[in-house]
């Protein structure tokens, strides 16, 4: 029992290794007479269920309007003249322009009444990748790369958390380069500088004359950043050598399919984090672009939804048909909504008092909304969802433990998630 002891203790603040967790678990379960074969068996399962779970972030980068996407008032001078259209859930509308989102409707649940209080775009961003407030004494990592460390498959050799589109700036923070998400610009292209310039033989070579002038290096002070550099070149080479890496190909896609998604950055990042998710990537995030609609807000969000709402669709069904949507969460949002009130220029401002989000698949029960705003928009009629029950609610769905606490640089621990508690009606 003394090894075993010593095994069960073998943890750190980073996370625990969950081969070795199983093995110990096994091992004490066993001793004590505790675990039969059948829940070995069991917790087994669990385990490679765990893994598979995954989430797509589809953000709408600028906040989107809540009123011209999933809670429209066309009944109230506040709604623009904006027209609702009927969905697949008895009673409720979206606004017009997300008709192929509104006929499979069911499969959603509808956030209503995400409430919040920063309306500024990089701290509310930020909040709503973190979870936390901008720090000038901490660098929080991203729910991704929380949901990474600790469900992340360590055998696949591409990276465990990708971002399709235009970097957000948040990132693994202090948890370290492991964690850090992979950007990719466009999906039409693989990414950039993934094959050997030289054959494998010579490179070998150069990585062998690398480590020896890094060493002197690390023995002047500076192990860590050498660690983190070495980690990186390794991730890289597995990476390039595996077949895995063809999941960033897109173009191995029958020509129906890529049409069904759309030819454009938008639409192909949604078909490449189909393709990821499939492959065992934990978090895939696919940026849109230009919904900070201060003018012309109309005619803007409906040549964005033009994008977005097909796409979405189909990412969704695809997801279903194949079987993933069972293990795959969706989550559509933005960093907050837009202003009830049109202003004189025919935009929107910053509204992050009431704004909507949506969630299907990995146990989400569909075909319902949850909370509402009041007639003009202009506050929460019933309900209040916040940052922290938002994640709350995302971390259950991955069976990851909010509560879980990673030590930060200033030897404070902190929480996955801080405050809050699961959306219960999403899960019921």
Known sequence: MNTVCHDMVHWSRRGVRRRRFLRTASLAGLAAGSLNLRELVSLK????????????????????????????????ENGGGTKAISTAIPGIHLAQGWEQTARILDRFAVLRSLTNKEGNHRRATYQMHTGYIPSGSVKHPSLGSNIVQQIGNRELKIPSIVSVGKPDGSGAGFLGVDYEPFFIRDAERPP????????AERHDRRMYLLGKLQNEYANHGAEELVNNHNSIYARAKEMITSPDLEAFDIGQE???????????????????????????????????????????????????????????????????????????????????????????????????????????????????????????????????????????????????????????????????????????????
């Not at 893994?51 to 999933?70: C, D, H, N, Y």
């Open 45 to 76: 399962a669990g385990e490679l269920q765990q893994k598979k779970r995954s989430v797509i972030v589809l953000w709408m980068a600028g906040g989107p309007s809540q009123m011209e996407t999933m809670d429209p008032k066309p009944d109230h």
């Open 192 to 199: 950039d500088n993934t094959r050997l310039m030289v054959p």
């Open 254 to 428: 029958p020509e129906s399919v890529r049409e069904a998604y759309g030819d454009n950055p938008f639409s192909r990042g949604c078909l490449l984090a189909r393709r990821l998710v499939e492959r065992g990537v934990s978090y895939v995030e696919v940026v849109s672009n230009g919904w900070d609609t201060h003018a012309d807000n109309f005619e803007t969000v409906a040549s964005l939804a033009g994008v977005v709402d097909p796409s979405m669709a189909t990412l969704v069904t695809d997801l279903e048909s194949r079987g993933l949507l069972e293990n795959t969460l969706v989550v559509w949002m933005g960093e907050f909504g837009r202003t009830p009130r049109v202003n004189p220029r025919g935009g929107r401002d910053h509204f992050p008092q009431a704004y909507s989000a949506l969630m299907a698949g990995a146990g989400v029960r569909g075909g319902q909304v949850i909370g509402a705003t009041s007639g003009d928009g202009m506050s929460i009629k019933d309900r209040p969802v916040t940052i922290p029950d938002l994640f709350h609610s995302i971390c259950h769905a991955l069976r990851v433990n909010p509560e879980f606490e990673n030590m930060s640089p200033i030897g404070r621990p902190l929480k996955i998630v801080e405050g809050g508690e699961v959306i219960r009606e999403l899960f019921a």
